[in-house]
């Protein structure tokens, strides 16, 4: 079955600084996967994808096979990033989609 | 375009009670799915529909949660009997093809049982 992990459940940074959320997964076949994030008071929505290999609010993240691992990255946090990140895959025939258990970030002033 | 509309956006109920949660996925959407995400929690699929026909229920429990989408457009989450443990967010997405697109979330119905 596939898995998700978040290790970690709050990661708190101040302005400026680099920023890592790490995601993990599991899964016998070839994942597709994606992160979310949720900011104050909205909906649930989607930040990248690791087909589209790009960069979107300065985020970037990696497809690591060998490493079954899909962080999310910024090298300079900015306040507004304050949010929850979900880590998703989307696995098998009829792609079902399996989200981890969320980071909160904090970005101090 | 209309995102994912949800109702009722809150409800408080008894538990033994039931209740129903609506949703009108964004016009065009085959996949339609139901999220339950417990405070804390990420969110755990419920159900999966592509049109009318089931994908994936394998997480619902079946003993008192039902969800239907006859005409492959909105659909209905029910609860029948709530316990203490369903309090919880109930989300509705849609996405326009099995996973080659992206899955849009309604804002949520949050649930607690008294």
């Known amino acids: 079955a596939q898995r998700v992990t978040q290790p970690e459940k709050l990661l708190s940074v101040f302005k400026g600084a680099p920023v890592e959320l790490k995601c993990n997964y599991s899964y016998s076949g070839s994942p597709e996967l994606f992160w979310y994030v949720q900011y104050s008071r909205q909906r649930l929505q989607l930040l990248l994808r690791h087909i589209s290999r790009e960069s979107i609010k300065g985020f970037t993240a990696d497809l690591n096979k060998g490493e079954t691992s899909f962080h999310l990255k910024k090298p300079f946090a900015q306040e507004e990033d304050s949010a929850m990140y979900y880590c998703a895959l989307l696995s098998g025939g009829s792609y079902i989609p399996t989200f981890g258990r969320g980071t909160s970030l904090i970005v101090h002033p | 375009e209309a995102g994912v509309a949800q109702s009722p956006r809150y409800k408080i109920i008894e538990k033994r009670q039931s209740v129903a949660f609506w949703c009108n996925p964004i016009?065009?959407?085959?996949?339609l799915y139901w999220y339950q995400q417990i405070l804390g929690q990420g969110p755990k699929l419920l159900i999966q529909f592509q049109n009318n026909g089931v994908v994936d229920d394998s997480q619902l429990p079946k003993d008192r949660f039902s969800a239907e989408r006859l005409k492959g457009v909105d659909s209905t989450l029910k609860i029948q009997p709530a316990k203490l443990e369903d309090s919880a967010v109930y989300l509705c997405?849609?996405?326009?093809?099995?996973?080659?697109?992206?899955?849009?979330f309604g804002e949520g119905s949050w649930l607690t049982v008294v």
């Open positions: 016009s065009g959407h085959a996949t």
């Open positions: 997405a849609s996405s326009g093809n099995r996973g080659g697109n992206t899955i849009y």
